[in-house]
């Protein structure tokens, strides 16, 4: 079901002052930035190998990266993984008593489908499951 960590998604209060700590300290690069209205994000992708780091910035006092920044501050709000078929993975995870937090995949940054599952569930990890064409 799993093939990979798709990107680990963290919650910043500034984007153009985040990303300045992964481009000047860590040499990497921002592929693009886009805000994602359903969710109530500004989204930085920034390619580490196989993977990304996702910064998020909240472009709604009442988004849930706001309400997550106000209630623990800057840091990893949740881990993605990829799958092959959200419908499906979703329809398994329930099957093994996992609660979702959303039914039906949504549409998230970069054009993936996405869905979160409840952290309660999930060790208090807040985890995405992602699938990308």
Request: with cysteine.
């Amino acid at each position: 079901m799993i093939s990979k960590i798709d990107h680990i998604g963290v919650a910043v209060s500034n984007i153009d002052e985040a990303k300045k700590l992964y481009e000047e300290v860590f040499g990497l690069e921002v592929s693009g930035i886009e805000v994602v209205e359903e969710q109530k994000v500004k989204v930085a992708f920034i390619p580490t190998g196989n993977s990304k780091i996702e910064l998020l910035e909240s472009t709604d006092p009442e988004g849930p990266v706001a309400k997550y920044l106000a209630k623990r501050g800057e840091g990893i709000q949740h881990m993605a993984l990829r799958v092959t078929n959200i419908t499906e993975a979703l329809e398994e995870v329930k099957s093994k008593g996992i609660r979702v937090i959303d039914e039906k995949p949504r549409y998230g940054a970069g054009g993936a489908k996405i869905a979160f599952l409840h952290p309660k569930d999930t060790n208090g990890v807040l985890i995405e499951l992602c699938e990308r064409e």
